[in-house]
Nanobody, 120 residues
Framework: VQLQASGGGLVQAGGSLRLSCAASGSIVSVNDMGWYRQAPGKQRELVAAVTSYGSTNYADSVEGRFTISRDNARNTVYLQMNSLNADDTAVYYC???????????????WGQGTQVTVSS
């Protein structure tokens, strides 16, 4: 299973970016999907998560500015980021709980990370 993230880049404060992450490979089903981020010198933190039913959860720091969504048919998760500020600068990682074969447990997989840089 591979998670391929894309959409990062350099943006001015107040701007927007949209991240995408597609899971591919031998997949029977995908449970929770989410986005984490890690800024230099800081621990990785949860940004947003979405269940297979569409329930969402956000970090307080991004609530109201970021929106997570998913396309279950494409095993893809998105993160729309608006009103970006310098504190949002980090490497963003996607995460997914994947079942590869029937009757096997879900396993956690990570994408390779995509850099988001917000200039003030």
């Amino acid at each position: 299973v591979q998670l391929q993230a894309s959409g990062g880049g350099l943006v001015q404060a107040g701007g927007s970016l949209r991240l995408s992450c597609a899971a591919s490979g031998s997949i029977v089903s995908v449970n929770d999907m989410g986005w984490y981020r890690q800024a230099p010198g800081k621990q990785r933190e949860l940004v947003a998560a979405v269940t297979s039913y569409g329930s969402t959860n956000y970090a307080d720091s991004v609530e109201g500015r970021f929106t997570i969504s998913r396309d279950n048919a494409r095993n893809t998760v998105y993160l729309q980021m608006n009103s970006l500020n310098a504190d949002d600068t980090a490497v963003y990682y996607c995460n997914a709980e994947v079942r590869r074969y029937r009757y096997t447990p879900f396993r956690e997989y990570w994408g390779q990370g995509t850099q988001v840089t917000v200039s003030s």
